[in-house]
């Protein structure tokens, strides 16, 4: 499969702007129609990129090494709307039906299907999978006001309701105390579980009008979340609870949506102007980098996966690609 564009190189950087080189980006054309190919992740174990077709209801991969597709059918021609996607260690896929109410998976080796049903048949769409460090998985369910853990030994779920209403759970990630942090895109609130009571915790956001979307967690442990209704990067210090916030490059209209963090420590959200935009945030400097936009446009890009092998933000489109952002290391201070 021909690649749509590598990016070249870069205008000169704002003032105040970091330094470093922009990512180098590519994609690849998915074959299907306009498919929304969404949330890739790549599978350790065969460097294959997996993502979902929320629209044309599949999960597929991608070989970036031949450039070759693969698409899986569900069983039955079930109307899943897969929403996101997550491999474990031994190659499985597991997935968000979100249309269909349960978690599935998929052993690409066999061809065998399984599915776990919400115990609750009010909470209809798990929205975003993620893995603590025990290998089970936490995940949101937006329409459905809840947060979620599946116990992958046993396949028990747990469900948890938000108590403010229609706060649409979002984007989920766990910190490094097994701790799982959600967006609240309904409200202006970060919510919290304790994995040891199930207990959840509301935490309102500064700005009554904010709408985070996505958050990353840095290793000190820091949330960092994209405020989709007027454009800031914020961050939550859970220790003292201080928030802080940045105004993206893109101002009130960048809407901040996919995010990824590097090994550097730099925070990517990407900016859903037109065309899509990729931002980095130093979480050292606290400065954002120069723009660089997407080949393709983007039209939207929903979710990222930061792969260390690799340096890169793999992410899927609108525009129907998937696609690679190698990420430059951070450039060196020049010696006074």
């Given at each position: 499969?021909?690649?749509?564009?590598?990016?070249?190189?870069?205008?000169?950087?704002?003032?105040?702007?970091?330094?470093?080189?922009?990512?180098?980006i590519?994609?690849?054309?998915?074959?299907?129609?306009?498919?929304?190919?969404?949330d890739?992740?790549?599978?350790?174990t065969?460097?294959?990129?997996?993502?979902?077709?929320?629209?044309?209801?599949?999960?597929?991969?991608?070989?970036?090494?031949?450039?070759e597709?693969?698409?899986?059918?569900?069983?039955n021609?079930?109307?899943?709307?897969?929403?996101?996607?997550?491999?474990?260690?031994?190659g499985?896929?597991?997935?968000?039906?979100?249309?269909?109410?349960?978690?599935?998976?998929?052993?690409p080796?066999?061809?065998?299907?399984?599915?776990?049903?919400?115990?609750?048949?009010?909470?209809?769409?798990?929205?975003?999978?993620?893995?603590?460090?025990k290998?089970?998985?936490?995940?949101?369910?937006?329409?459905?006001?809840?947060?979620?853990?599946?116990?992958?030994?046993?396949?028990?779920?747990?469900?948890v309701?938000?108590?403010?209403?229609?706060?649409?759970?979002?984007?989920?990630?766990?910190d490094?105390?097994?701790?799982?942090?959600?967006v609240?895109?309904?409200?202006?609130?970060?919510?919290?579980?304790?994995?040891?009571?199930?207990?959840l915790?509301?935490?309102?956001?500064?700005?009554?009008e904010?709408?985070?979307?996505?958050?990353?967690?840095t290793?000190?442990?820091?949330?960092?979340?994209?405020?989709?209704?007027?454009?800031?990067?914020g961050?939550?210090?859970p220790?003292?609870?201080?928030?802080?916030?940045?105004?993206?490059?893109?101002?009130a209209?960048?809407?901040?949506?996919?995010?990824?963090?590097?090994?550097?420590?730099?925070?990517?959200?990407?900016?859903?102007?037109?065309?899509?935009?990729?931002?980095?945030?130093?979480?050292?400097?606290?400065?954002?980098?120069?723009?660089?936009?997407?080949?393709?446009g983007?039209?939207?890009?929903r979710?990222?996966?930061?792969?260390?092998?690799?340096?890169?933000?793999?992410?899927?489109?609108?525009a129907?690609?998937i696609?690679?952002?190698?990420?430059p290391?951070?450039?060196?201070?020049?010696?006074?």
């Amino acid at each position: 499969m021909k690649l749509i564009a590598l990016l070249t190189a870069a205008t000169a950087l704002a003032a105040g702007s970091l330094a470093d080189k922009p990512p180098v980006i590519k994609e690849w054309p998915v074959p299907w129609g306009e498919t929304r190919p969404r949330d890739p992740f790549v599978d350790q174990t065969t460097g294959r990129i997996w993502f979902c077709g929320q629209t044309g209801n599949y999960l597929a991969y991608l070989d970036p090494k031949t450039g070759e597709f693969k698409r899986f059918e569900f069983p039955n021609g079930e109307n899943v709307g897969p929403h996101n996607l997550i491999v474990d260690k031994q190659g499985v896929v597991w997935y968000a039906g979100n249309l269909a109410g349960h978690i599935g998976t998929l052993d690409p080796r066999t061809g065998t299907w399984k599915r776990y049903p919400m115990p609750d048949p009010m909470v209809r769409d798990p929205h975003t999978l993620v893995f603590d460090q025990k290998g089970d998985i936490w995940f949101t369910a937006q329409g459905g006001n809840a947060i979620g853990k599946l116990t992958v030994s046993t396949g028990a779920v747990q469900l948890v309701k938000v108590p403010t209403e229609r706060a649409r759970p979002y984007g989920i990630k766990i910190d490094a105390k097994g701790r799982p942090w959600v967006v609240l895109f309904g409200t202006n609130k970060l919510a919290t579980v304790d994995p040891a009571t199930m207990q959840l915790r509301e935490i309102a956001l500064p700005r009554a009008e904010a709408r985070a979307r996505r958050l990353e967690i840095t290793s000190d442990d820091k949330i960092y979340y994209g405020d989709y209704a007027a454009g800031f990067l914020g961050r939550y210090d859970p220790v003292t609870g201080k928030f802080d916030e940045w105004p993206l490059p893109g101002g009130a209209e960048s809407r901040p949506y996919a995010s990824a963090i590097d090994n550097e420590g730099r925070v990517w959200v990407v900016e859903t102007s037109r065309p899509n935009r990729f931002v980095a945030f130093d979480t050292k400097t606290m400065k954002f980098s120069e723009p660089t936009a997407v080949p393709s446009g983007g039209g939207t890009v929903r979710h990222m996966y930061w792969d260390a092998a690799s340096k890169s933000i793999w992410f899927g489109t609108d525009a129907n690609t998937i696609g690679q952002a190698v990420i430059p290391p951070r450039e060196a201070s020049p010696t006074p």
